[in-house]
């Protein structure tokens, strides 16, 4: 078995270059997931890298935001590196996420894929 993955983004053709980057390289096994929920209820997986949006749009008000989930993911788990994958760079949520337990943070740019496999392979070797 290889080192498995989540992906946590709302956004599906994300989640399905994500995995599909992913998938095929022969020592990761990959799970997507859209929310923080359904990462959350499957942490007992031991997943060896968390990959998470900061936005997570759900269907209804209570849905957690990537902050919140990472929050959560924190009281369960202390030591599974998170990379968090954000649409703008911003200082202040920047900050709230490496406070709050966050290893990386890359800004979805035209290269962030490049960005994230290398970013995924130093943190994985």
């Not at 096994?29 to 007992?44: A, F, S």
Request: proline content about 2%; some cysteine; glycine content about 6%.
């Amino acid at each position: 078995m290889g080192r498995l993955i989540f992906f946590i983004d709302d956004d599906k053709v994300i989640l399905n270059l994500l995995e599909y980057t992913f998938q095929s390289r022969h020592d990761y096994d990959v799970i997507c997931y859209k929310t923080g929920e359904e990462c959350l209820d499957n942490l007992y997986l031991d997943p060896n890298l968390i990959v998470l949006d900061h936005i997570l749009e759900g269907s209804n008000e209570n849905t957690l935001n990537g902050l919140e989930t990472l929050k959560e993911i924190r009281k369960v788990n202390q030591d599974i590196p998170v990379v968090i994958l954000t649409g703008q760079g911003d200082d202040q949520l920047l900050s709230d996420f490496m406070e709050n337990g966050a290893d990386k943070y890359l800004t979805k740019d035209d290269y962030f894929i490049n960005s994230l496999i290398e970013t995924i392979e130093q943190m994985l070797e």
